[in-house]
């Protein structure tokens, strides 16, 4: 091993140890941002069905919520320490970009960190402190959505600072 290898083991390492996944979440709103209840524990597979085909790609590298506010669907990730499935975390949006699936169908994502400190990789700051002091998460969500359902075609696009009335419920 080389120091030309530091990134991409750094970059396995965060795969294998941020996985957590949700959906179908209840979200609340809160005094500091909004809760979400995590549905899936970490290391559960994911998968997607291509006509009778299971196929899986790599376990969730970070909490993910499935939210519809309003008629539009959201991917909420929240880059946290493992989370019991069931569980309630409060949340605070950071950023969020958009993921383009062979040219027509978007994903929008927001990306959170938890408010709990004791739940927190990173101290939170605000949407520009995210991309240029976090910017391996950056790099580990682009590259986990591009692939996550083969060789698609998939792009992340569109970075912009997440508004906490994305996640207001109606």
Known sequence: MTSQDAPLITMLILFTCLAVSCKNTNIQESSNGSIIKI???SG???SYQVGDSTHFFAPYPFNSSELVVDGNQYTVVTLSRKVRSGSQVEILPL???TVRYNDRDTEDVVVAVPVDPALQLFE???FSSFLVEQFAYKIMLE???ANK????GASVENWRPAQLTTLSSS
């Open 124 to 126: 939170p700051v605000d």
């Open 149 to 152: 359902l083969g060789f698609s």
């Open 39 to 41: 549905d899936f524990s």
């Open 44 to 46: 559960d597979d994911f």
């Open 143 to 145: 590259t986990w959505f």
């Open 95 to 97: 950023a969020q970009f």
